[in-house]
């Protein structure tokens, strides 16, 4: 072994001992799209500005699988999830419309399967939004998906990798619509949809409730009539070892339930997407509004 070798070795050693040690930190994990990041910031200052513990953040950590894996080995404590999500694409399970079923069903799984807790919900439900461009809605007079499907013929769709693979994805949409469409499924990173729509390039997008960017670009959500999405409750969700280590990090997020509004998400999403401002700022002057802060 080289000199070099050993040098870089101990260096390395030292660097990873002079960092905060797990007994008094904690790390936060989010999904690779704008709305995850400000939650998952979010979850961090809500933890900093309420216990003694230091906060890593381990954001962008790609989609749902990702996180999951990450939190079943400890790499990551706590990250904000969906309730339609992690009952559909983690427990395989159908889809419910009952918000209160669908939670009571993840809470309870994801602590016999996982040793996971779920903690209480933020308040606001980021359903999957079927979007099309206002002018066409206005023009064809369309307000629901089944009204649409007349017309998808004509249309390119776009959605995200995960969406063409999860159980409450492309699949089970275009059967319960009975969609055909010009064109395969043009497939991009969640945070390209609304422009790629807007600019045409696509004519029919699977994007989310609460994204800022629908009225800023006069998109159009089409009405789910035939309620084929679960609700997508965002929830914290905390590994139990972390919590029974460190209680005050449930005390805390206990403190964000039903705080965050559909229109406070959508604001939140704006000022990041479309106004380009930091996430950290703006969810600091959030948590300031509210009363977050001690």
């Known amino acids: 072994m080289t ?59 790609a989609g ?18 969906y309730t339609g999500t992690a009952l559909t694409a983690i427990l395989k399970e159908k889809p ?73 994805g492309y699949k089970g949409l275009v059967a319960t619509y009975g969609l055909r469409f010009a ?20 004519d029919l997008i699977a994007g989310n409730a609460t994204d800022g960017l629908i009225p800023a670009f006069d998109l159009f959500v089409l009405e789910d009539d035939r309620h084929y999405f679960p609700p997508y409750e965002a929830v914290p969700i905390i590994r139990k070892a972390a919590l029974l280590q460190h209680p005050e990090i449930g005390s805390a997020l206990d403190e964000l339930a039903g705080r965050i509004s559909d229109d406070d998400m959508r604001r939140l999403n704006y000022a990041v997407d479309g106004q380009h401002r930091d996430a950290k700022q703006v969810v600091r002057e959030f948590m300031q509004r509210k009363g977050l802060v001690r």
């Open 96 to 168: 419910t419309a009952d918000r209160e079923e669908v939670y009571n069903r993840v809470k309870n799984e994801y602590e016999a399967r996982f040793y996971l807790e779920i903690a209480r919900p933020l308040g606001f439900n980021d359903t999957f939004a079927i979007e099309i461009r206002g002018e066409n809605a206005r023009r064809l007079n369309l307000k629901t998906i089944s009204e649409a499907a007349a017309y998808t013929p004509q249309w390119r769709p776009g959605f995200g990798y995960e969406f063409m693979e999860r159980p409450d």
């Open 64 to 81: 749902t699988f990702i996180c999951q894996q990450a939190i079943l080995g400890g790499r990551i404590d706590v990250y904000p999830e």
């Open 183 to 202: 064109s395969s499924p043009r497939i991009m990173d969640l945070g390209l949809l609304t422009r790629a729509l807007k600019e045409k390039q696509v």
């Open 3 to 61: 000199s070099r070798l050993i040098g870089g070795l101990i260096f390395a050693a030292v660097a990873l001992s002079c960092g905060p040690s797990r007994e008094n930190r904690v790390v936060v994990g989010s999904k690779n799209f704008t709305e995850q990041l400000i939650l998952g910031e979010l979850i961090a200052q809500q933890i900093e500005s309420h216990t003694n513990l230091v906060v890593e953040r381990r954001f962008y950590l």
